[in-house]
C-alpha cells in the first residue's frame, strides 16, 4: 500500500484543510475537536469538497460514522475510538483506515484490525497535548518499521521538516504534524517550506 503523499499534515478545521490544499498539500488530516454533530458534518462536507476539487485526500479523525455518511475515503482512529468504532463495517465499505499507536500493546491492538497505515507518536516531545508517553525517538521509527512491514507507517509529534527528513530516512510512508504548520505563522508559507525541505531529500 502506498499512501497519497510523504507529507501529511493535520487540520483543525476545514478553513485549515483549505489553506493547505491551496498551498499544495494533498493529503491532508481533519481533526474536529467538537461535539456538535451538526457542525462536525458540516466541517467535513466542506473538507472533503475542497479536496476533492483538487484531486487532494482527505482523512477525517475519529467522526468515523459521519466520515461514512460524508464520503469520506479515509479515516484515522486512536485506541479509544477504535474501541467503540465499527471496524468490520469500515473496511466493508471501502474506506481506508488508519490507527494511532504508542506502545508494542497498542501496537499490536491496531494490526488487529487490519490497517492501511499505522501511526506512532510522539516521536519527538510535543506541546500540542499532554502524552503519558515520552518521545519515541528515531530508534523507535525504525523499530516500528520493522515490525508492521509492510503497512506503511506515519511519524508524528513534535515534527519539523526537518526532523520529518529523519523519520523519512527510518522508514517512515509519511511525516505529520500540526503545529509546525498550522501554529507557526502563515500556513501557506509553512507548507512550501515543508515541500522545499522535502524536495531536497535524497530519495
Same mark, same amino acid.
Given at each position: 500500500?502506498?499512501?497519497?503523499?510523504?507529507?501529511?499534515?493535520?487540520?483543525?478545521?476545514?478553513?485549515?484543510?483549505?489553506? &493547505?490544499?491551496? =498551498?499544495? #498539500?494533498?493529503?491532508?488530516? @481533519?481533526?474536529? /475537536?467538537?461535539? $456538535?454533530?451538526?457542525?462536525?458534518?458540516?466541517?467535513?462536507?466542506? &473538507?472533503?469538497?475542497?479536496?476533492?476539487?483538487?484531486?487532494?485526500?482527505?482523512?477525517?479523525? $475519529?467522526?468515523?460514522?459521519? #466520515?461514512?455518511?460524508?464520503? %469520506?475515503?479515509?479515516?484515522?482512529?486512536?485506541?479509544?475510538?477504535?474501541?467503540? %468504532? $465499527?471496524?468490520?463495517?469500515?473496511?466493508?465499505?471501502?474506506?481506508?483506515?488508519?490507527?494511532? *499507536?504508542?506502545?508494542?500493546?497498542?501496537?499490536?491492538? %491496531?494490526?488487529?484490525?487490519?490497517? *492501511?497505515?499505522?501511526?506512532?507518536?510522539?516521536?519527538?516531545?510535543? *506541546? @500540542?497535548?499532554?502524552?503519558?508517553? #515520552?518521545?519515541?525517538?528515531?530508534?523507535?521509527?525504525?523499530?516500528?518499521?520493522?515490525?508492521? $512491514?509492510?503497512?506503511?507507517?506515519?511519524?508524528?509529534?513534535?515534527?519539523?521538516?526537518?526532523?520529518? @527528513?529523519?523519520?523519512?530516512?527510518?522508514? %517512515?510512508?509519511?511525516?505529520? =504534524?500540526?503545529?509546525?504548520?498550522?501554529?507557526?505563522?502563515?500556513?501557506?508559507?509553512?507548507?512550501?517550506?515543508?515541500? /522545499?525541505?522535502? #524536495?531536497?531529500?535524497?530519495?
Amino acid at each position: 500500500m502506498i499512501l497519497p503523499d510523504v507529507f501529511y499534515p493535520i487540520a483543525g478545521t476545514a478553513d485549515e484543510v483549505a489553506a &493547505a490544499v491551496k =498551498a499544495g #498539500a494533498r493529503f491532508v488530516q @481533519l481533526r474536529v /475537536k467538537s461535539s $456538535d454533530r451538526a457542525y462536525l458534518s458540516s466541517e467535513v462536507r466542506m &473538507a472533503l469538497k475542497i479536496c476533492t476539487s483538487v484531486g487532494a485526500t482527505l482523512v477525517v479523525n $475519529d467522526h468515523w460514522e459521519i #466520515a461514512l455518511e460524508e464520503g %469520506a475515503e479515509y479515516i484515522h482512529l486512536g485506541q479509544e475510538d477504535m474501541l467503540s %468504532a $465499527d471496524i468490520p463495517y469500515i473496511h466493508k465499505a471501502g474506506v481506508k483506515l488508519g490507527i494511532s *499507536t504508542h506502545d508494542h500493546t497498542e501496537l499490536e491492538n %491496531a494490526r488487529a484490525v487490519n490497517p *492501511t497505515y499505522i501511526a506512532l507518536g510522539p516521536v519527538w516531545e510535543t *506541546t @500540542l497535548k499532554v502524552m503519558p508517553w #515520552a518521545p519515541q525517538g528515531v530508534e523507535r521509527v525504525k523499530e516500528w518499521r520493522r515490525l508492521i $512491514d509492510p503497512i506503511p507507517l506515519v511519524a508524528i509529534g513534535g515534527i519539523t521538516a526537518e526532523r520529518g @527528513l529523519l523519520c523519512l530516512e527510518a522508514g %517512515a510512508a509519511a511525516i505529520s =504534524a500540526v503545529s509546525d504548520i498550522f501554529r507557526n505563522g502563515d500556513i501557506s508559507s509553512r507548507i512550501h517550506y515543508w515541500q /522545499k525541505i522535502l #524536495a531536497g531529500r535524497s530519495l
